[in-house]
């Protein structure tokens, strides 16, 4: 098949639209991106070239080490010379580690990059440059001519960096959108209609670069949808040429909560989660459970992650509107599955959620406050120092627990000022 090609040998660049050029490279044998994200057969570093009747652009270029693939694709198809436009759509290394080479061999070329990617611009060229060089920051709708073809840039910025942007293409209604819609797959035939199932690559890459940043993926799906598009060029694996929209779509339900569907717009979910070694945590938990159960408004959930994989949780966690943790205290720390459920929460936005923790312990009792000194960290609110009880709790105690859950359950609705807190009102 003719589109099936040696990744080795395959050097040329690739024309999928008149005068629009793939000069990226493949990185096939890469199994482990920016330390957390795996893939199982590498990735691609996509950067394109856009020839009009007045000049060439390049939008975005590839990580240090892949700069022969990337220039002699381009040299395939263009003089450096020719070259009026660089775009940067995101500064991240592995699209602009052949930035400071190609401003060497393109030096009339003007930069286009968004304006809040000035600062790390600086950073980036400053070892690889003396002189102060030129760019331009653009944002949303601002255009850069070339000749019988233009450029119109979107502002998305935070997918993932604060930098990101997207650059349109109006004539021939390519969206070139950096790492949205991209994922870290690698397959020679470059397009969607012609490559692997790469469904699973998608998710996960959207799971672990986009999640956090949902409410950024809306906003800026606020400004590509209504485009006319015919193809998407990603900076990472395939480029989506059939049937684009299918991905914009995709990623407006990955980024709409389904569980805030089902609840409506009153109900808040809590969510106590629990590890207990003797049972004694265990009742603390069911205890603030029934508290919390009779505030009105809060739907409550209880989970033993004995029982449970961190993964839906995961998923639970990211629609929930406040989070209880109970361990007991082994060794004067959380016990392990508390701290696996919390070390996997990076992926998911957590800021402003309320959170408690509560547990059993035998004679220090660090837990607890470990476990709330890590919600702090993850921007959680946790307006009430948490419950610990030594060993078996007492009726009383367990009456406290009962309090302590109807008490943060009040708080997610409204209903109760926070301790520490001054109103204004206290001081009239
Ligand atoms: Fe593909 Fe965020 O760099």
């Not at 060229?125 to 601002?142: G, I, K, M, Q, W």
């Not at 205290?329 to 696996?340: C, R």
């Amino acid at each position: 098949m003719a589109d099936t090609l040696n990744v080795s040998t395959w050097k040329e660049a690739v024309e999928f639209a008149p005068g629009v050029h793939w000069i990226g490279a493949l990185d096939p044998t890469l199994r482990t991106f920016d330390i957390i994200l795996r893939t199982a057969n590498g990735t691609t570093y996509n950067s394109y070239l856009v020839r009009g009747s007045e000049g060439v652009a390049i939008i975005d270029t590839v990580k240090e080490g892949f700069e022969d693939e990337f220039f002699h694709r381009l040299e395939s198809v263009a003089r450096y010379d020719e070259i009026k436009v660089i775009v940067l759509n995101h500064l991240e290394p592995d699209h602009s580690g052949a930035l400071p080479e190609l401003m060497r061999r393109a030096p009339q070329a003007r930069l286009y990059i968004s304006t809040r990617a000035t600062t790390m611009l600086k950073a980036l060229l400053r070892p690889n440059r003396e002189e102060p060089f030129e760019y331009t920051t653009v944002t949303t709708n601002d255009r850069v001519s070339l000749g019988d073809r233009h450029l119109r840039f979107l502002h998305t910025p935070f997918l993932h960096w604060p930098d990101t942007q997207c650059t349109y293409l109006e004539e021939q209604q390519v969206l070139f959108s950096g790492d949205v819609f991209g994922c870290h797959y690698c397959d020679s035939r470059l397009f969607n209609d012609r490559v692997g199932d790469f469904r699973f690559s998608f998710d996960y890459y959207y799971a672990h670069i986009m999640r956090p940043f949902k409410q950024w993926v809306m906003e800026a799906l606020a400004l590509i949808e209504p485009l006319k598009m015919k193809i998407v060029a990603p900076t990472h694996g395939p480029i989506l040429r059939e049937r684009p929209r299918r991905y914009v779509a995709h990623y407006r339900e990955l980024s709409t909560s389904s569980l805030s569907r089902e609840l409506g717009d009153t109900d808040k979910s809590l969510i106590i989660f629990y590890m207990s070694s003797y049972g004694n945590t265990a009742r603390m938990a069911e205890a603030i459970y029934s508290g919390a159960d009779t505030v009105d408004g809060v739907r409550v959930s209880l989970y033993d992650l004995e029982g449970g994989e961190v993964a839906p949780f995961v998923d639970l966690i990211e629609d929930a509107d406040a989070l209880l943790f109970g361990s007991p205290t082994i060794n004067g720390d959380a016990v392990k599955p508390v701290w696996d459920l919390l070390s996997s929460l990076a992926v998911v936005n957590l800021k402003g959620k309320i959170g408690a923790a509560f547990g059993s312990y035998g004679w220090s009792g660090e837990a607890v406050r470990m476990v709330e000194d890590r919600m702090r960290g993850l921007k959680m609110r946790v307006p009430r120092e948490g419950i610990r009880v030594k060993l078996i709790p007492t009726q009383e105690e367990l009456d406290e627990c009962t309090g302590f859950g109807r008490e943060i359950a009040n708080i997610l609705v409204g209903k109760e000022v926070q301790r520490g807190v001054i109103e204004f009102s206290d001081l009239t």
